[in-house]
């Protein structure tokens, strides 16, 4: 059956300062890997994806994620937040999106 | 624009009183979608239609109905609605296989 764990409920950052946040998956083949971001009040909106090719992705947004297979993992990064990106994030995984508990993003100033 | 447009977007109602959540696409996606968001839970699906005439159940299908009788339209129906109901719903639509998914803007449901 497909999965998805993100291990963090919530993380504060400093404005400026880098963040990964994690997500672990279980799929039976080479997985379909979604991340959503959901401001306050707002819909999804999809950061970016991975199908197949170059297991780096870069989404919008300044987000970038790495796929890596052995570890069964699709973290998520970004080298320097902005207060903008405090929100809560979600990794999905198959063709169907099943979604992770979410991650809720803190950025102080 | 590509839409998927939800409604009521905010709705309270009372125990029993059967509500319908309409869920309608305009780029002629086959794959369409019901969630549910709580707190803590993340989303969960609740049914899910790979095409006209053909549903599934999700995870969380107890309590809900759906049908798929136009590609377009892929309505949520609450036959009889019970407190534990309340939650934000989104429908979301594709054109299946890993292809992006677009999602509505959400319907706050609340019943007391």
């Known amino acids: 059956a497909q999965s998805v764990t993100q291990p963090d409920i919530h993380i504060t950052v400093s404005e400026g300062a880098s963040l990964e946040l994690r997500c672990n998956y279980s799929y039976g083949a080479t997985p379909y890997l979604f991340w959503y971001v959901q401001s306050p009040g707002q819909g999804l909106q999809l950061l970016l994806k991975?199908?197949?090719?170059?297991?780096l992705v870069l989404g919008i947004k300044g987000f970038e994620a790495e796929f890596k297979r052995s570890q069964s993992s699709f973290n998520l990064r970004k080298p320097s937040v902005h207060w903008s990106d405090a929100a809560e994030y979600f990794c999905a995984v198959g063709a169907k999106l099943v979604f992770g508990k979410g991650m809720k993003l803190t950025v102080n100033p | 624009e590509a839409q998927v447009t939800q409604n009521p977007r905010y709705l309270i109602t009372v125990t029993g009183k059967k509500l319908t959540v309409t869920c309608s696409q305009n780029?002629?996606?086959?794959?369409m979608s019901w969630y549910r968001q709580d707190p803590g839970l993340g989303l969960r699906q609740i049914y899910y239609?790979?095409?006209?005439?053909?549903?599934d159940k999700g995870d969380v299908p107890e309590g809900y109905k759906v049908s798929r009788k136009e590609k377009r339209n892929f309505p949520l129906i609450l036959e009889s609605p019970s407190p534990n109901q309340t939650s934000l719903y989104f429908c979301a639509s594709s054109f299946g296989g890993g292809n992006t998914i677009y999602f509505g803007e959400g319907s706050w449901l609340t019943v007391v």
């Open positions: 780029m002629n996606h086959e794959y």
């Open positions: 239609s790979m095409n006209v005439e053909v549903t």
């Open positions: 991975y199908f197949s090719g170059d297991t």
